[in-house]
Nanobody
Framework: QVQLVESGGGLVQPGGSLRLSCAVS????????MGWYRQTPGKQRELVAT??????TNYADSVKGRFTISRDNANTVFLQMNGLKPEDTAVYYC???????????WGQGTQVTVSS
C-alpha cells in the first residue's frame, strides 16, 4: 500500500512561486511513475507533470518552462511552480502509478490559489 501526503499549497500572487511536496511511504519509488495532477470545480483532473524512476519528465504544455518536477533520495517528490498565473489555481494531487500493475494511488490534494 502506498500513502501519499501533499503539502506546500497556499495563496500566492500572480508571478509568484510555490513548492509542493509529496511524501511517499509504503513502497519503493522505483516501481512507480510519480506525477502531479490538478483539478478545478466542474472540470476533469488534468496531468501537470510526471517523473519516471529513470529521471524522464513530461509536462503539460501550459506549465512547460514554469514548473519543475523532481524527487530526493528520501521518497519525496516536489513540484516547483514559478511564474504562477491565476489559471494555475486548482487542487493539486500527487499520484503514484505502478508501472507493471497499472495501479494508481492518490494523495488528498492541496489547494493552490493564485490571486492578487
Amino acid at each position: 500500500q502506498v500513502q501519499l501526503v501533499e503539502s506546500g499549497g497556499g495563496l500566492v500572487q500572480p508571478g509568484g512561486s510555490l513548492r509542493l511536496s509529496c511524501a511517499v511511504s509504503g513502497k519503493i519509488l522505483s516501481a512507480y511513475v510519480m506525477g502531479w495532477y490538478r483539478q478545478t470545480p466542474g472540470k476533469q483532473r488534468e496531468l501537470v507533470a510526471t517523473l519516471t524512476s529513470g529521471g524522464n519528465t513530461n509536462y503539460a504544455d501550459s506549465v512547460k518552462g514554469r514548473f519543475t518536477i523532481s524527487r530526493d533520495n528520501a521518497n519525496t517528490v516536489f513540484l516547483q511552480m514559478n511564474g504562477l498565473k491565476p489559471e494555475d489555481t486548482a487542487v493539486y494531487y500527487c499520484n503514484a502509478h505502478h508501472i507493471r500493475r497499472g495501479t494508481d494511488y492518490w494523495g488528498q490534494g492541496t489547494q493552490v490559489t493564485v490571486s492578487s
